[in-house]
């Protein structure tokens, strides 16, 4: 009995024993995927920078180039441009309208899939107007939704509103 007795405690020690041993390797998984989710995260937010930059530079190339092939903008009061080169059509004419100075908060990012995420920002700074050189403050709320291409993120589509009082 007692040969029976200290066996079975011998089995359930090595029971323990093994289960905690295993609940280690769930712990680096749950580590990765947070690891995964911000490098995914900190990938975004880059080309949140890179949009800032390209569009401050009134570089149409560079802001083309962060964009998806079928692309499509939503600018106010402006007709939806689908596609890439209707995206480099709104940017050239934009550009050639106005220099932009604006700086973007990013105000969440969420991962939808692997290769879907939604960024929403707000963007404040200074529009000049280049045919008389006024400047007017710029405040804007916008939504970008990305996909991953090629293992890039890239602006799939963008809409972006202003969050001034409208000038009646």
Not at 15 to 39: F, I, R
Not at 75 to 92: C, D, L, M, N, R
Request: aromatic share 8%; net charge positive.
């Amino acid at each position: 009995m007692k040969t029976y007795l200290a066996l079975a405690i011998a089995g359930l020690a090595l029971q323990g024993v093994s289960a905690a041993q295993a609940q280690p390797t769930q712990a680096p998984s749950s580590h990765s995927h947070q690891h995964y989710e911000a490098q995914q995260r900190a990938e975004i937010e880059e080309v949140l920078k890179s949009y800032e930059r390209a569009l401050n530079a009134s570089d149409v190339g560079g802001v083309v180039q962060l964009y998806t092939d079928d692309a499509v903008l939503l600018a106010p009061e402006a007709s939806s441009a689908v596609g890439i080169k209707a995206v480099q059509g709104a940017y050239t004419a934009i550009f050639q309208a106005i220099g932009i100075n604006i700086t973007f908060e990013i105000a969440e990012v969420k991962l939808l899939s692997p290769e879907w995420a939604f960024l929403r920002s707000n963007s404040t700074g200074v529009i000049k107007i280049l045919a008389n050189s006024a400047q007017i403050p710029g405040s804007n709320q916008e939504l970008f939704v990305l996909r991953k291409s090629r293992g890039r993120w890239k602006i799939a589509r963008y809409s972006f509103s202003s969050i001034l009082p409208s000038a009646k």
